[in-house]
C-alpha cells in the first residue's frame, strides 16, 4: 500500500473491488500427495502491481493457544500445518500455522476500516481476482485488529530462474550447478558483484575451506538439483 504526508484525517480508506477479468498466474496448486487442489486468487494495486495468494487459507504466527483456538472457532478453521519452532531448534520464534477458513462469514464492508485501524497512513484502490479473495483477506484484517494476531495471507511466490538460462546442462536442461557460469556471479554483469573473484582470492588465501552455517530465508521451492534431499527446511 502507498503512504503520503497527508494527515490521518485526510487520507480516504481504501476501496476494494472484484474483478473477474484478474487471473492468477496458475489457476491453483496441488500439496504435496496432489489431493487437494488449492484455488489462488490474484490482486491488483492501482499501479498494475499483481500478487497471487491462495483463497480462503491464512498463516498464523502464535504461541496463545487460546487466541487460536478462539480464531479457529470464529471462522471454522481448520489446521492444515503446524511448525513448532521450538521442535526445530528456534526457540525465540512463535509456532506458525497454515490454516484453512471459511471465509463465506467474513463482511467485505468492515475490510477498510480494519485496515485503516491497522495503518491509518495508508490507502490503495484494489481489485482481487475472486469474492473468495476479497473475503479471504477481510478475514486477516478482521483477526489482525480484533484476535490480536499476528496473521497473513498465504502468498504465492514465482522464481526467477537465478541460475542462468542458456547454460545447457549434460541432461539436456538449460541449468548448470556450476556457479562459475553464472553470468550474475561474475563481474562485469548487471549486478557486477564478482564472487567467483572473491571466492578465487579467498582460495589464493587458504580461507576457502573457512565454512560456516547458514540459514537461507527464500519463498516456497519446487525440488531443483540443487536442493539435494537432506536439506533441511523451515517452513
Keep these: 500500500m502507498s503512504s ?47 500478487a497471487d495468494f491462495v483463497e480462503n487459507e491464512l498463516i498464523v504466527v502464535t504461541d496463545d493457544t487460546n487466541a487460536l483456538n478462539d480464531f479457529l472457532a470464529r471462522w471454522n478453521g481448520k489446521v492444515l500445518l503446524t511448525t513448532d519452532m521450538k521442535e526445530n531448534g528456534l526457540p525465540d520464534l512463535s509456532n506458525q500455522y497454515l490454516i484453512w477458513i471459511d471465509s463465506s462469514f467474513a ?40 484476535h490480536k494476531l ?19 546442462a549434460p541432461d539436456g536442461t538449460t541449468y548448470d550447478p556450476n556457479p562459475a557460469l553464472w ?10 558483484i564478482g564472487v567467483i573473484a572473491a571466492w578465487q582470492k579467498l582460495q589464493e588465501a587458504g580461507r576457502l575451506g573457512n565454512r560456516v552455517k547458514i540459514a537461507i530465508l527464500d519463498a516456497g521451492f519446487i525440488a531443483s538439483p540443487d536442493l539435494p534431499p537432506e536439506t533441511q527446511i523451515f517452513p
Design 4 to 50: 503520503n504526508p497527508q494527515t490521518e484525517q485526510d487520507i480516504p480508506p481504501s476501496s476494494f473491488k472484484v474483478d473477474v477479468s484478474l487471473k492468477p498466474r496458475v489457476a491453483s496448486l496441488q500439496d504435496v500427495d496432489n489431493e487437494i487442489s488449492h484455488p489462488l486468487a490474484a490482486i491488483v494495486d492501482n499501479y498494475g502491481n499483481q
Design 183 to 192: 553470468p550474475y556471479m561474475n563481474r562485469f554483469s548487471s549486478q557486477d
Design 150 to 168: 499476528m496473521i497473513g495471507a498465504n502468498w504465492v511466490c514465482y522464481g526467477s530462474n537465478e541460475a542462468p538460462l542458456g547454460q545447457s
Design 107 to 146: 463482511k467485505a464492508e468492515l475490510l477498510a476500516d480494519d485496515l485503516k485501524l491497522i495503518d491509518p497512513n495508508s490507502r490503495n484502490d484494489l481489485r482481487i481476482s475472486s469474492q473468495a479473495g476479497l473475503l479471504t483477506i477481510a478475514v486477516a484484517a478482521n483477526a489482525s485488529v480484533h
